[in-house]
């Protein structure tokens, strides 16, 4: 049973734009989220979080939305840059165990 | 990361034979994981070490062993390898308390033929 769900496989966004990539999650008892970021042959690196008490956190030019009512988080990333092109992993962690539980990931394209 | 190392990068192994990846990070952080990724499924935790000789599995451990006689290394091994298991695995180290901030090493690319 998928308790994180990237329901969109990839996303084509226009350089400057905004993307937006959406996150769905089961367990109301998750209470820590993380967006990844993995470029082909390497490994995911953190790239921003969310605590369960929060609504919204910014680094620069990434937004992360939480709706803990909905089960839902989405990543706004503006404006998108090429560089940006990856596959983001959303994840979900509760305090009780320091184990992540990750989506399937997006893969997002930056169009130049 | 220079902090965390997997080796080999790129296995081929034949049906039926053992493997083991290892895992090597010089951060000296507590908890170690292992992920195997795949097309359709993100990543998905095989085994997990809270400390050393302190493991458990996660939710993909069937088929999969490990040991951590170290602070330093996380071996996952596979016993008996099948087509199934051909993926790329990634490991991972965190600490407690640094709010789930995973550091991923390099990925190993495994194939089972």
């Known amino acids: 049973d998928q308790q994180v769900k990237q329901n969109s496989p990839s996303l084509s966004v226009q350089e400057g734009r905004i993307s937006i990539l959406n996150c769905d999650y089961t367990n109301s008892m998750f209470d820590y989220f993380l967006w990844y970021k993995k470029y082909p042959a390497e490994g995911p690196t953190f790239l921003i979080s969310i605590s369960s008490i929060k609504d919204k956190n910014e680094d620069g030019r990434f937004t992360v939305f939480l709706n803990k009512s909905a089960k839902h988080l989405s990543l706004h990333i503006v404006p998108s840059q090429p560089g940006d092109s990856a596959v983001y992993f959303c994840a979900a962690a509760y305090s009780a165990t320091n184990k992540l539980i990750f989506g399937t990931g997006t893969l997002l394209a930056v169009q130049p | 990361d220079a902090g965390i190392t997997q080796s080999p990068r790129h296995k081929v192994t034949e049906t039926g034979t053992p493997v083991t990846l290892r895992c090597h990070q010089t951060?000296?952080?507590?908890?170690m994981y292992w992920y195997r990724q795949d097309p359709g499924h993100g990543l998905r935790l095989i085994h997990y070490s809270y400390g050393v000789k302190d493991t458990d599995k996660g939710e993909v451990s069937d088929g999969y062993s490990v040991s951590r006689s170290k602070t330093e290394d996380f071996l996952l091994t596979l016993e008996s390898a099948t087509s199934s298991q051909t993926s790329v695995y990634f490991c991972?180290?965190?600490?407690?308390?640094?709010?789930?901030?995973?550091?991923f090493g390099s990925g190993t690319r495994l194939t089972v033929v």
């Open positions: 991972a180290i965190s600490e407690p308390g640094r709010s789930y901030g995973y550091t």
């Open positions: 951060e000296n952080h507590r908890y």
